[in-house]
């Protein structure tokens, strides 16, 4: 039986490496996978009811298509070729233009008579139509397999020498064999120095070492029951997390689910091929050590996966192992890491120890010999520029100014302890714990470790008050700083996490409001443009950009465009931010904006707000400075009522505004529609006579001001 008319078969293909790195090793098994899949769909290899598997294990990449065709069907087409006047003589016989092009396309054998022409509108042309045979598998999947490896995401690429001696090849890591089975037939496709074959690789230390595949079909189930390798990623977590559960359920504990806890998971998943968990324990004098270090140092360094009480959460003095062996006594296994992480535990100890002897407070002046930015100064210069500011936003918020500027100067000194320099990822964790230690009130050891969250989450209270006035005032330094040497973010770059340093910013005046220390009825002397001013001035003159404090205002409230976005229509946020209110009010405004769109009378005025806006920025140009509206020259009877509506629903609306009560600010504003409608319909604003177009001009101002107080309604208009 041809392929052409065979039925589809099952397809693996396999490349079988050196270990892949870890925390790739899913995106790369699920990028090769895609890969190969998307060139057979193409080249239309595979039948439609073919499913697609990806599998990635330590020291493979492989993929499994279920109804895979030896040939792909025939397939029709329809090639332009040239002008009917170029290509056929007067006698109708193809000329030689023509048949070069012919047999370049490898079309010799058509005759003149089995071309096609049709029109293209200007005249007549040749096309040459039919059907062509459909790839075969072997070409087809030697193309899906280069393409698969080209664009897979490889982190770094390594070059090395195949063993020929004198053939260099690139790859993320050494290949050693490549399998391609179409049922039980391998198909001859190549890469990296290797033609493919049957064979693959099984477990290094368990199993076969070399196994010979059958067919498609049993490649999977061959690797697991000889080759002792789970080649399926996911297969593999589910199991080794099973197995947490087991364990930790048998030990009466739990190992959680912080993010770093599914992270870990992944990662231990991409190191081994056959998962077998044990249980393992240290000694409980350990757990005296802040219960973060020793956290860090089993998820870090060992792999390990710490245990928790269910019921306090505290940490535990045993851990789960995930190792890649399954012997039939495993006290070897468990002893030899609970020897291995005994002296990682110390060193911890050891580090905690020592830097108790030390004061938090003198670590202070060894800033001065850390460099921050060489355009920015050194750490302590930083830290006396944070400080300002955190004692300007306590006085403004009615935090404690000596405590919130304490709290500033002790932030970073933690970065030169010992714990933080074996693991930086502590940074401000340890300066709580030494700050207690030292005898700091509750408030500021809270700053100290809240100073390096993503965001603010919880509305602030007065026990938070200190870390919050912190939290903004080193985010404002970092902005204004970053942003003010010419190192604003660029596409995907943001080295200096401006990004996260605005969305933080946007959280905490979140929580301030949310906790009453900011309130929708009033502006706030800590807005964002003063808390940026302010920031801005404790940098030496000439340090920063002029521009820089507008500019970083404005993308702040891009950023937080960005997130309302999510959850609101744009047109309501757009038309919000356009005025760039007090941050801890937008919210509220712009669900009061949503609110009045959905009103019928919202588009008109709307729509009436964006002609007024053309209508006074044409003035600006024209006219220049508009005078006082003068209620004498108003002669038409549209021009009276506007004026007259304008002066009873404008002290009404701005009061209600002002007291945070937006939609009833909108909603006053609603009743102007009718009168707005007239006067549009019945007064020519841009009146021949000067005095009276200068007079309607600054009539429309003043509706403008009363429309606008909210949000620029303008931005509403479809």
Known sequence: MSQATEPSRELVLELVTEELPPKSLDALGRAFATGVHDTLVQLGLLAQECRVTDYASPRRLAVHLSHVLGQAPDQAFSEKLMPVKIGLDDSGTITAALAKKLAAKGLSQLSASELVRRSDGKQDVLYAEGSAPGSLLADGLQAALDHALDTLPIPKVMQYQLADGHTTVKFVRPAHKLLALWGTDVVPVNTLGLTAGRESMGHRFMGHSTLSIESASSWARQLLDEGMVIAGFTERRDTIARQLAEHSAVLGTMIGDAPETRALLDEVTALVEYPTVYAGAFDQAFLDIPPECLILTMRLNQKYFPLFDPESGALVHRFLIVSNMRPTDPRHIIEGNERVVRPRLADAQFFFQTDLKTPLSDRVRDLAHSVYHNKLGSLLERTERVRRTAGWLAETLGADTAQAERAAQLAKADLGTNMVGEFPELQGIMAAYYAKADGEPDELAQALRDQYRIRLGAAITPDTLVSAVLFMAERAETL????????????????????????????????????????????????????????????????????TVDEVRAFVYERYRNLLIADFERRPVDAVLALQPPLHQVHARVAACVSFAARPEAQDLAAANKRITNLLKKAEGDIGELPAFDPALATEPAEQALYTCIERLAPIARKQAESGDFPASLSTLAQARDTVDGFFGDVMVMAEDPRLRANRLALLRSLHDLMNQVADLSKLAH
């Open 480 to 547: 204004v700083g970053i942003w003010g040497i010419g190192l604003a973010p660029t596409g995907e770059r943001d080295p200096y996490g401006l990004r996260r340093a605005a969305l933080g910013l946007i959280s905490a005046y979140e929580q301030l409001t949310a906790g009453g220390y900011l309130s929708v009825n009033h502006d706030s002397p800590a807005r964002l443009s003063a808390l940026l001013a302010q920031a801005a001035d404790t940098f030496a003159p000439g340090q920063l950009a002029d521009s």
